[in-house]
Every structure is written in C-alpha cells, then in structure tokens.
C-alpha cells in the first residue's frame, strides 16, 4: 500500500508542477542578480518553515520524512549557491500561504512578497524517486507583482551501485547531494 500512495503521491506532484510551470512564457533569471529572493514553498516537503510536511504528502514513516528534508536541504543549498539571484531561506519566511493554487496564486505571491521584503519569490517542487533513487526538480519563478517570470525542471540520478537502503540515515547525505545537483541543473537552464 505504501508504494502505490508514493507513486500516486509523486504522480499528482508531477501534474501540478506540470501544470504550474506550462504557464510561464518567459524563462530566464539573468535579470534578478543580486535580487531579495525567497521560496514561497518547497514541495511535497513542506509549505511553512519548520519541516511539517504539505497536507496533500504525508510521510508513511519518519526515516520517509527525513528524506524528504534532506531533498529539502540539498534544494536551498543550491539555492543559496545561485548567482542569479540571493537567495533569503525558507525558514526565514513569514506567511506563508496555506494553499496555493491558479484562482489565488498571483493575489497570494504579491502577499508573500510584500510580507518578506521581496522582489522575487520561487515555488519548487522536489520530488524524491525512492525505487529509481533520483530527484526530480521544478520550480516557477515570480516577480513580486506575481508575474510568472521563469521556469525550469530537471531530474539528478540517484547514486552507482544504488543504496542498499535509501531511506536509512546514513543515506541522508547522498539524497542531499542529488537534490542540490538537480536543483542546479534546472536553475541552469534559465541561466539562474
């Protein structure tokens, strides 16, 4: 039961990256050097600072959730390492919105932004593949007037020979390294 939630899980995280990143036209972060930027969320491992995961992902079990905020961790280190922009942690933020979706995405962006002293905000969705041990990172970048300005997703394989238990804390170092090198080949291609 546990594998078909997970599958079921990152197919609708896929669907709604999907459908948040096909409608950005426009796609390059060169512009926001040295701009005040800061998540509004980092998906499905949580949309508020303090590591509680999103209502739609629940973690099956704790060493799932670790995982999850290792993927996490490798996602702002990579982050904060952009040139494109600087980059403001998560946990840092304040108000963030229960719910995002396309009827008040724009209406909540420009509240967030206002709320943290921001000129760009970035959503990312960072799904870990525990069968494939992979990630796979999207994120959709906004103008603080809640403009959809770049977008961008790219998947990281996971280690050779694969880990023998991926979910184990001696494997949280190894899911950090491949989300931080998902994370930069997606802002990589947007020139971020």
């Given at each position: 039961?546990?594998?078909?939630?997970?599958?079921?899980?990152?197919?609708?995280?896929?669907?709604?990256?999907?459908?948040?990143?096909?409608?950005?036209?426009?796609?390059?972060?060169?512009?926001?050097?040295?701009?005040?930027?800061?998540?509004?969320?980092?998906?499905?491992?949580?949309?508020h600072p303090g590591d509680r995961p999103l209502?739609?992902?629940?973690?099956?079990?704790?060493?799932?959730?670790?995982?999850?905020?290792?993927?996490?961790?490798?996602?702002?280190?990579?982050?904060?390492?952009?040139?494109?922009?600087?980059?403001?942690?998560?946990?840092?933020?304040?108000?963030?919105?229960?719910?995002?979706?396309?009827?008040?995405?724009?209406?909540?962006?420009?509240?967030?932004?206002?709320?943290?002293?921001?000129?760009?905000?970035?959503?990312?969705?960072?799904?870990?593949?525990?069968?494939?041990?992979?990630?796979?990172?999207?994120?959709?970048?906004?103008?603080?007037?809640?403009?959809?300005?770049?977008?961008?997703?790219?998947?990281?394989?996971?280690?050779?020979?694969?880990?023998?238990?991926?979910?184990?804390?001696?494997?949280?170092?190894?899911?950090?390294?491949?989300?931080?090198?998902?994370?930069?080949?997606?802002?990589?291609?947007?020139?971020?």
């Amino acid at each position: 039961m546990s594998f078909i939630r997970q599958r079921v899980t990152l197919f609708l995280a896929s669907l709604l990256a999907a459908a948040a990143l096909s409608s950005c036209t426009e796609g390059n972060l060169g512009r926001l050097h040295h701009v005040r930027t800061g998540a509004i969320g980092i998906d499905p491992t949580g949309s508020h600072p303090g590591d509680r995961p999103l209502t739609h992902f629940k973690s099956e079990t704790p060493e799932e959730l670790r995982v999850h905020q290792a993927v996490r961790r490798g996602v702002e280190r990579a982050l904060d390492d952009s040139r494109a922009f600087s980059y403001v942690p998560f946990a840092q933020m304040k108000q963030t919105p229960k719910s995002l979706n396309i009827a008040n995405q724009r209406r909540e962006v420009q509240k967030f932004a206002a709320a943290n002293h921001l000129k760009a905000i970035i959503r990312v969705w960072a799904t870990p593949d525990f069968k494939q041990q992979s990630v796979s990172v999207g994120f959709l970048t906004h103008a603080s007037s809640g403009k959809a300005i770049a977008s961008s997703l790219a998947m990281a394989s996971g280690p050779v020979p694969p880990l023998k238990n991926p979910t184990a804390r001696a494997s949280l170092t190894t899911w950090e390294k491949t989300a931080y090198e998902a994370t930069k080949k997606a802002l990589a291609k947007v020139r971020g």
